[in-house]
C-alpha cells in the first residue's frame, strides 16, 4: 500500500514490485535483486546503496524518484537496471547538515554509476549529484538547479542525449555559484532567474534561447571556447559576461541588461546582436554592425575593425570608461533623449545622426580621426533636425612633396589661424587667404590675416611649409563647432565678382573659397547641391572649379557640366579641409 515504511529495505535477492507510491525512510540497500517502480513515485530519505547490475532500480517515462532529507552520508549510489533505466523525474533535496551525535559535517552526495535517461525533468535542488557514467537526457527534458545543489561528473561522463532546456532559479545560497557538468550538453533553452553570479567554465552553445531574467551570467573564466547562440537570447537582468568569441545566428534581445566582454574574443555569426548597456574591460574585435540601445563603456581595448556601431535607444545614453573608444562608423539613431560622449572619442569612417537625434560631443572628446587617405573621419548627410552639440575635432594631414604652397581651410567653427600655427610652424610672411573684390591682376588679392582671425568654414588660405613639413608631410587638427549655415545644412559662400576695366577674365571673379563640411564635397551640377540664392545651377558662375596639386605644380579641374576632370581621381570630390 502507499504511504512510508519506517524502517529501511534491504534486498538480498529477487524483485520487489511497487504498485503505489513509497516512502522508504531509512537506509536503501540494494544487495542482489530489483526494485521496480514502473508508474510510481519512490522518496528515499537515508543512506542510498546499489550493487551494479546485481542490486539496481527499475523505471518507466513515469516513474519519478525524490531524494530527500538530511543526514543521508555521504557515499550514496544509484544503481539503474542495464534494461529498464528510464525515470521520468529525479529530485535531489538533500541539506548538508551536523550529525546530532558526532557533529560531522555531513555533505550528502549522489553518485550514479549505470545508464540512467530522464525524459522530463531533473531537479537539484541541493545536494551534490555526481555523474560517474551514463546519465543522458531526452529531448525537450529539462535541468533545473539552485545555488544550494551542485552537478558534477567524471572526466569523460558529459551528458548525453538532448537537446534539454537548463534553469538555474532562486535558492537560499546567494554566493556566486559555478556551472557545473549541466552546462556541457546539449542546450536547447538556458533560463536564469536567481540573484546569484552564475559562472560558466565550460564551451556554451545554446542552440535555441538565452533568457536571463535576474542574475549574472559569468563566461569570462572562459580561455578558448566560444560562445554560441543559435536562435534567440533574451537579457533583462543584469549581466552577461563573456571572455570569447561571441557567435550570434539568433535573435538577441537586450531588454535592460549588461553584456560584458572581460576576455579576447571577437562577434560573429549572421545576425546583428542588439545589446542594452555594453561594456568592454578585455579586447573586442567588431562585427560589420552591432547595435546598443544603453551605454557603451569601453574599460580595454576596442578593435572596431570596418564596422558601424548604432546607438538606438529610447533613453539617454552615453559613451564612456576609463580607455579611449575608436569607431569606424558610428551611426546615432536614438530619438528620443541626448546621446553623450565622456570619454575620447575617435572616427576614421562616418558619423551619422539620424533625424531628430542629439549627440553631444562633450568638449574636444570627439575627434574626426585621420589614419589614411582611405580612412578619413567625417560627418555624413545631416539634416536640419539632426543636432551635434559641443566642441568636436577633426584631424587633417597636408600631405608631403617638394616645397610649394599649400591650400586649406577649416571644417569647423571657431578655429583660428594661430591654433592652426599651434600644430606646425610657419612663416605668417607667407600666410595668405585672398580678397576677390582687391582690383587689378588677380594675384593682387591676396592678402596676409591677423593671427587672430578665426579660419571660417568656406574661406580659402594658402601658405608656404617651412623645414622638413613640407617633404614629410603635415598632421594638424581643427577644433570647433558645426553651426547652422556655417558649417552645415545650407551654406552661403558669398562668392563676388567685382569687375576691372573691360571685365577681364583672366582677373575677375576668382574667389579662393574652402570645404566649408567636415566631410569631402562633389562639385555637382546639380541644384539641390550647388546654386545661386534662386536655384539656378552654375548662373554666373564657371563650371569649373581648380584645385592645386603641389605634388604636379598644376590644378587639378573638375567639370561639373561635363563631368569631366582629373580632381580626386576622377571624381570631382573635394576633401574636407581643402581651399579651392
Same mark, same amino acid.
Given at each position: 500500500?502507499?504511504?512510508?515504511?519506517?524502517?529501511?529495505?534491504?534486498?538480498?535477492?529477487?524483485?520487489?514490485?511497487?504498485?503505489?507510491?513509497?516512502?522508504?525512510?531509512?537506509?536503501?540497500?540494494?544487495?542482489?535483486? =530489483?526494485?521496480?517502480?514502473?508508474?510510481?513515485?519512490?522518496?528515499?530519505?537515508?543512506?542510498?546503496?546499489?550493487?551494479?547490475?546485481?542490486?539496481?532500480?527499475?523505471?518507466?517515462?513515469?516513474?519519478?524518484?525524490?531524494?530527500?532529507?538530511?543526514?543521508?552520508?555521504?557515499?550514496?549510489?544509484?544503481?539503474?537496471?542495464?534494461?529498464?533505466?528510464?525515470?521520468?523525474?529525479?529530485?535531489?533535496?538533500?541539506?548538508?547538515?551536523?550529525?546530532? =551525535?558526532?557533529?560531522?559535517?555531513?555533505?550528502?552526495?549522489?553518485?550514479?554509476?549505470?545508464?540512467?535517461?530522464?525524459?522530463?525533468?531533473?531537479?537539484?535542488?541541493?545536494?551534490?549529484?555526481?555523474?560517474?557514467?551514463?546519465?543522458?537526457?531526452?529531448?525537450?527534458?529539462?535541468?533545473?538547479?539552485?545555488?544550494?545543489?551542485?552537478?558534477?561528473?567524471?572526466?569523460?561522463?558529459?551528458?548525453?542525449?538532448?537537446?534539454?532546456?537548463?534553469?538555474?532559479?532562486?535558492?537560499?545560497?546567494?554566493?556566486?555559484?559555478?556551472?557545473?557538468?549541466?552546462?556541457?550538453?546539449?542546450?536547447?533553452?538556458?533560463?536564469?532567474?536567481?540573484?546569484?553570479?552564475?559562472?560558466?567554465?565550460?564551451?556554451?552553445?545554446?542552440?535555441?534561447?538565452?533568457? =536571463?531574467?535576474?542574475?549574472?551570467?559569468?563566461?569570462?573564466?572562459?580561455?578558448?571556447?566560444?560562445?554560441?547562440?543559435?536562435?534567440?537570447?533574451?537579457?533583462?537582468?543584469?549581466?552577461?559576461?563573456?571572455?570569447?568569441?561571441?557567435?550570434?545566428?539568433?535573435?538577441?534581445?537586450?531588454?535592460?541588461?549588461?553584456?560584458?566582454?572581460?576576455?579576447?574574443?571577437?562577434?560573429?555569426?549572421?545576425?546583428?546582436?542588439?545589446?542594452?548597456?555594453?561594456?568592454?574591460?578585455?579586447?573586442?574585435?567588431?562585427?560589420?554592425?552591432?547595435?546598443?540601445?544603453?551605454?557603451?563603456?569601453?574599460?580595454?581595448?576596442?578593435?572596431?575593425?570596418?564596422?558601424?556601431?548604432?546607438?538606438?535607444?529610447?533613453?539617454?545614453?552615453?559613451?564612456?570608461?576609463?580607455?579611449?573608444?575608436?569607431?569606424?562608423?558610428?551611426?546615432?539613431?536614438?530619438?528620443?533623449?541626448?546621446?553623450?560622449?565622456?570619454?575620447?572619442?575617435?572616427?576614421?569612417?562616418?558619423?551619422?545622426?539620424?533625424?531628430?537625434?542629439?549627440?553631444?560631443?562633450?568638449?574636444?572628446?570627439?575627434?574626426?580621426?585621420?589614419?589614411?587617405?582611405?580612412?578619413?573621419?567625417?560627418?555624413?548627410?545631416?539634416?536640419?533636425?539632426?543636432? =551635434?552639440?559641443?566642441?568636436?575635432?577633426?584631424?587633417?594631414?597636408?600631405?608631403?612633396?617638394?616645397?610649394?604652397?599649400?591650400?586649406?581651410?577649416?571644417?569647423?567653427?571657431?578655429?583660428?589661424?594661430?591654433?592652426?600655427?599651434?600644430?606646425?610652424?610657419?612663416?605668417?610672411?607667407?600666410?595668405?587667404?585672398?580678397?576677390?573684390?582687391?582690383?587689378?591682376?588677380?594675384?593682387?588679392?591676396?592678402?596676409?590675416?591677423?593671427?587672430?582671425?578665426?579660419?571660417?568654414?568656406?574661406?580659402?588660405?594658402?601658405?608656404?611649409?617651412?623645414?622638413?613639413?613640407?617633404?614629410?608631410?603635415?598632421?594638424?587638427?581643427?577644433?570647433?563647432?558645426?553651426?547652422?549655415?556655417?558649417?552645415?545644412?545650407?551654406?552661403?559662400?558669398?562668392?563676388?565678382?567685382?569687375?576691372?576695366?573691360?571685365?577681364?577674365?583672366?582677373?575677375?571673379?576668382?574667389?579662393?573659397?574652402?570645404?566649408?563640411?567636415?566631410?569631402?564635397?562633389?562639385?555637382?551640377?546639380?541644384?539641390?547641391?550647388?546654386?545661386?540664392?534662386?536655384?539656378?545651377?552654375?548662373?554666373?558662375?564657371?563650371?569649373?572649379?581648380?584645385?592645386?596639386?603641389?605634388?604636379?605644380?598644376?590644378?587639378?579641374?573638375?567639370?561639373?557640366?561635363?563631368?569631366?576632370?582629373?580632381?580626386?581621381?576622377?571624381?570631382?570630390?573635394?576633401?574636407?579641409?581643402?581651399?579651392?
Amino acid at each position: 500500500s502507499s504511504g512510508a515504511w519506517s524502517g529501511g529495505l534491504t534486498l538480498t535477492a529477487g524483485k520487489i514490485i511497487l504498485k503505489s507510491g513509497l516512502t522508504v525512510l531509512n537506509e536503501l540497500n540494494l544487495v542482489s535483486g =530489483i526494485l521496480n517502480f514502473e508508474y510510481q513515485t519512490l522518496e528515499l530519505q537515508r543512506n542510498i546503496l546499489t550493487n551494479w547490475p546485481k542490486g539496481v532500480l527499475q523505471a518507466n517515462a513515469l516513474s519519478t524518484l525524490k531524494i530527500t532529507s538530511a543526514f543521508a552520508g555521504m557515499n550514496n549510489t544509484l544503481a539503474f537496471d542495464p534494461m529498464l533505466n528510464t525515470l521520468g523525474s529525479l529530485m535531489l533535496d538533500r541539506t548538508a547538515n551536523v550529525l546530532p =551525535i558526532s557533529g560531522v559535517v555531513v555533505s550528502p552526495h549522489v553518485t550514479l554509476n549505470s545508464p540512467l535517461l530522464i525524459t522530463r525533468e531533473f531537479n537539484i535542488k541541493d545536494g551534490e549529484f555526481y555523474n560517474q557514467s551514463g546519465l543522458a537526457l531526452g529531448a525537450g527534458a529539462k535541468i533545473i538547479r539552485t545555488p544550494d545543489g551542485g552537478f558534477s561528473a567524471a572526466t569523460t561522463a558529459v551528458i548525453k542525449g538532448g537537446p534539454y532546456d537548463l534553469y538555474y532559479v532562486k535558492g537560499i545560497n546567494l554566493n556566486p555559484m559555478s556551472a557545473g557538468i549541466e552546462a556541457f550538453g546539449l542546450i536547447r533553452n538556458l533560463s536564469m532567474n536567481l540573484p546569484n553570479t552564475v559562472s560558466f567554465k565550460s564551451p556554451l552553445t545554446i542552440n535555441n534561447r538565452l533568457e =536571463i531574467f535576474q542574475g549574472t551570467a559569468d563566461l569570462r573564466y572562459l580561455t578558448k571556447a566560444d560562445t554560441v547562440m543559435n536562435k534567440s537570447v533574451l537579457l533583462s537582468s543584469p549581466e552577461l559576461r563573456i571572455v570569447s568569441n561571441f557567435n550570434n545566428s539568433g535573435l538577441f534581445t537586450n531588454r535592460s541588461g549588461l553584456v560584458s566582454f572581460t576576455g579576447s574574443g571577437f562577434i560573429t555569426g549572421t545576425v546583428i546582436p542588439e545589446f542594452y548597456n555594453l561594456t568592454i574591460s578585455g579586447s573586442l574585435s567588431a562585427p560589420s554592425e552591432i547595435s546598443v540601445a544603453g551605454d557603451l563603456m569601453n574599460d580595454g581595448v576596442f578593435n572596431p575593425n570596418s564596422g558601424t556601431v548604432v546607438l538606438a535607444g529610447n533613453s539617454k545614453q552615453k559613451i564612456g570608461g576609463a580607455s579611449r573608444l575608436d569607431f569606424y562608423n558610428l551611426l546615432v539613431s536614438n530619438r528620443s533623449d541626448t546621446v553623450s560622449i565622456q570619454t575620447p572619442v575617435s572616427i576614421i569612417g562616418t558619423l551619422d545622426v539620424a533625424p531628430g537625434a542629439i549627440f553631444n560631443a562633450g568638449n574636444i572628446l570627439l575627434q574626426l580621426a585621420y589614419k589614411d587617405v582611405n580612412h578619413q573621419g567625417k560627418i555624413g548627410v545631416l539634416e536640419p533636425t539632426a543636432k =551635434i552639440l559641443g566642441q568636436l575635432s577633426m584631424q587633417r594631414f597636408v600631405p608631403g612633396s617638394v616645397r610649394g604652397y599649400r591650400y586649406l581651410s577649416s571644417p569647423l567653427a571657431g578655429f583660428t589661424i594661430g591654433g592652426l600655427y599651434g600644430y606646425f610652424p610657419f612663416d605668417p610672411f607667407y600666410f595668405f587667404s585672398y580678397d576677390e573684390s582687391v582690383t587689378g591682376n588677380k594675384t593682387a588679392g591676396f592678402y596676409r590675416p591677423d593671427f587672430s582671425e578665426q579660419m571660417r568654414p568656406g574661406r580659402g588660405f594658402v601658405f608656404w611649409p617651412t623645414g622638413q613639413d613640407a617633404f614629410n608631410g603635415i598632421n594638424w587638427t581643427a577644433n570647433g563647432e558645426l553651426q547652422t549655415g556655417v558649417n552645415r545644412d545650407v551654406v552661403n559662400l558669398n562668392v563676388m565678382y567685382t569687375p576691372t576695366a573691360g571685365g577681364s577674365y583672366e582677373n575677375d571673379g576668382w574667389n579662393l573659397l574652402g570645404n566649408p563640411y567636415p566631410s569631402p564635397i562633389k562639385w555637382s551640377a546639380d541644384v539641390l547641391a550647388w546654386s545661386d540664392d534662386k536655384n539656378a545651377k552654375f548662373r554666373g558662375i564657371d563650371p569649373v572649379v581648380f584645385v592645386w596639386d603641389n605634388k604636379t605644380g598644376n590644378y587639378q579641374t573638375w567639370n561639373a557640366l561635363t563631368g569631366m576632370g582629373d580632381l580626386s581621381e576622377s571624381t570631382g570630390v573635394i576633401a574636407s579641409g581643402q581651399a579651392f
